[in-house]
């Protein structure tokens, strides 16, 4: 037989020393440690490539373009309209061309929120939660430069609106209840 352990090779006279061999108790620790690095390692695995997909189901793909199509059916004053929504909240952007007078962009914005508005609370089985009309338009900066700027916004929880009396109600009204707002200055 020849040595294996070059390094330390066996003295003359003594005896060979025998393998060790492992315990049971030792051979079980190894089988679990192997075993929770494995699990360890797969879930990490797992998680890295888990698809992070983002497009909606088709029921949420079709509920948003409903909600889509009823705001455009009642957007009269807007040249455009932004719609995003998701998980029951929406936001609507209206884009105005500017208003005759302050006073009438003024209303024109209060009208057109509370359109809005109306429209969507008033939809059985939209499944809202939060609603926030945003309408901008040309505004001039104190440079006398003109850009987009906000006119108005709103925002309406669920909570708030189910304590609008929506058919007896006029915009001035309801945007002294809506949770937030805002309007530009004259």
Not at 47 to 66: D, G, N, R, V
Request: negative net charge; aromatic residues 8%; glycine residues 6%.
């Amino acid at each position: 037989m020849y040595p294996t352990n070059l390094a330390n090779p066996p003295t003359p006279g003594t005896p060979p020393q025998e393998k060790k061999h492992l315990t049971p108790l030792e051979i079980t620790i190894a089988v679990v440690v192997v075993l929770v690095l494995a699990f360890c390692a797969y879930g990490f695995i797992a998680s890295a490539t888990k698809s992070t997909s983002t497009t909606p189901p088709a029921a949420a793909t079709q509920e948003a373009t409903h909600i889509s199509d009823l705001i455009h059916s009642v957007s009269t004053y807007a040249k455009s309209t932004d719609v995003s929504v998701s998980d029951g909240d929406v936001t609507v952007t209206l884009t105005f061309d500017s208003g005759p007078s302050y006073d009438a962009t003024v209303s024109a914005v209060k009208d057109q929120t509370f359109q809005l508005m109306k429209t969507l609370w008033t939809t059985p089985h939209l499944g809202l939660t939060h609603v926030e009309v945003d309408t901008v338009g040309p505004v001039r900066d104190v440079t006398g430069e003109i850009g987009n700027g906000y006119y108005g916004k709103a925002s309406l929880t669920s909570d708030t609106a189910a304590r609008f009396d929506w058919d007896h109600m006029l915009p001035e009204d309801a945007w002294k209840m809506y949770d937030s707002t805002f309007l530009i200055s004259g």
